[in-house]
Nanobody, 127 residues
Framework: HVQLVESGGGSVPAGGSLTLSCEISTYPYRLRACVGWFRQAPGKEREWVAALDEEDTWYAGSVRDRFTLSKDNAANTLFLLMNSLKPEDTAMYFC??????????????????????RGQGTQVTVS
């Protein structure tokens, strides 16, 4: 059973930084698989943030040049470094992963599919 556990959320002033972490229980066995983050603010739709697989990394235009997605295979962990945070970045952030060992599709937006594995989320508040 695959588990994804996020951490690192919090409250920061505008312009601040946070690093979110996502520990994936079976990550070493799915090195090709698409993994990434989406976010959801109250009353809004899910918003894709970033994704990566064995071949590429993609970012939403709203976070490009501010957020950096990376992974540590040895630690089974995915990281999202968020710099220059803005109030509009306030949301619950969710880590997600393809259920099968498959590359991302849709330039990384397949991380939004509702049948993906996902964590419980971590709250980010920027004021």
């Amino acid at each position: 059973h695959v588990q994804l556990v996020e951490s690192g959320g919090g409250s920061v002033p505008a312009g601040g930084s946070l690093t979110l972490s996502c520990e994936i229980s079976t990550y070493p066995y799915r090195l090709r698989a698409c993994v990434g983050w989406f976010r959801q603010a109250p009353g809004k739709e899910r918003e894709w943030v970033a994704a990566l697989d064995e071949e590429d990394t993609w970012y939403a235009g709203s976070v490009r040049d501010r957020f950096t997605l990376s992974k540590d295979n040895a630690a089974n962990t995915l990281f999202l470094l968020m710099n220059s945070l803005k109030p509009e970045d306030t949301a619950m952030y969710f880590c997600a992963a393809h259920r099968s060992n498959t590359l991302c599709s849709g330039n990384g937006r397949s991380i939004l599919y509702r049948d993906n594995h996902r964590g419980q989320g971590t709250q980010v508040t920027v004021s």
